[in-house]
């Protein structure tokens, strides 16, 4: 077998209004002027990503780059802060308070969940924003506009702890017009090397498939990232953007073998940065393979 050339993962990315919770209930459109690319290669002796996972993982893609696929971030985010720990089924869990930077105040909003391996939680509970981009359960009343906490009535997400798996949310507008994104990953698997920045994030149960994240490389460089799985070893070509961010993906797996590590390093102009991640081949599930493509639909108001 010959080792695989790169390929690219199609992302649809629509115009801006149908990035919008009003557009995204229906499945996008691919639209060959506006897609983006996410790199990506699987190794010789691993076997080629399913179509289906690769729609996942530019699905992932949109959401960590606030709806933006592999482009520059939205102006309206997420920002997460960590509150305290809770006691759940998993073991203790980290609470966090959410902030919707950015999004106007005079909204109805729902919020939306994606977990790696499953489909997106629509939340039907609505959720409102004061004047510092705190979320909350509750309208705020006017003397409530200038807080930044609020316990008892601001909105907490609970995030599942693990090391490299992230869980992404979505604040969206009933109307339609504003949704914010955010990743929280409590345990990130990320190495510094000077201002270069690596991460690995597992984008699908067993780390089937894996999003590496490059941030503070030089802009518009071609940075080669070289993922080493088992003793096969692959190289990936990545153009950084203007603030030096890039993304590419990788699968793991190796025939024939059950458990290993996916070892990336990324080659910057006065940097190295490498990190690692175990993958598990046991624990794959098909559900990573059939969370549907659209970006998160504002929850809809409960129906009567």
């Known amino acids: 077998m010959t080792r695989p050339t790169a390929r690219f ?3 649809a990315c ?3 209004a149908q990035l919008q919770p009003a557009a995204i209930a229906k ?3 691919q639209k060959e002027k506006d897609i983006a690319g996410l790199p990506y290669k699987f190794f010789e002796h691993g076997s080629a990503p399913s179509e289906e996972l690769l729609v996942v993982l530019a699905k992932q893609l949109h959401w960590d780059n606030g ?3 592999n482009l520059d971030r939205m102006a309206v985010h997420l920002r997460f802060e960590k509150v305290d720990e809770v006691k759940t089924a998993d073991g203790d869990q980290p609470r966090y308070r959410v902030y919707a930077e950015g999004a106007p105040e005079d909204k109805v909003y729902g919020l939306s969940t994606l977990e790696v391996g499953k489909v997106i939680d629509n939340s039907v509970q609505d959720v409102y924003v004061n004047a510092q981009g705190l979320v909350m359960t509750r309208r705020p009343n006017p003397e409530e506009e200038g807080l930044t ?3 008892g009535s601001e909105l907490y997400v609970t995030p599942k702890s693990f ?3 992230p869980t992404r949310y979505a604040v969206g507008s009933r109307d339609g017009t504003v949704t914010a994104f955010g990743t929280i990953d409590p345990i990130p698997v990320v190495n510094f090397d000077r201002l270069c920045r690596l991460e690995a994030r597992i984008g699908a149960p067993g780390a089937a498939a894996v999003l590496i994240v490059a941030d503070g490389f030089t802009p518009k460089m071609r940075l080669a990232i070289i993922l080493e ?3 096969d070893i692959v190289n990936i ?3 950084t953007d203007h603030n030096g961010h890039a993304v590419v993906a990788g699968f793991p797996f190796i025939q024939g073998q059950t458990k290993g590590i996916l070892k990336a390093t990324a080659q910057g102009q006065n940097c190295l940065p490498s990190v690692q991640i175990p993958w598990d081949s046991t624990a794959a599930a098909p559900a990573a393979q059939t969370a549907p493509a659209s970006t998160p639909a504002a929850p809809a108001a409960p129906t009567k």
């Open 9 to 11: 993962l199609l992302i």
């Open 14 to 16: 629509c115009v801006i």
């Open 27 to 29: 499945e996008p459109k």
């Open 67 to 69: 709806g933006a696929g």
């Open 149 to 151: 906490r609020m316990p």
């Open 163 to 165: 090391p490299g798996l």
């Open 229 to 231: 799985s088992q003793g």
């Open 237 to 239: 070509e990545a153009i």
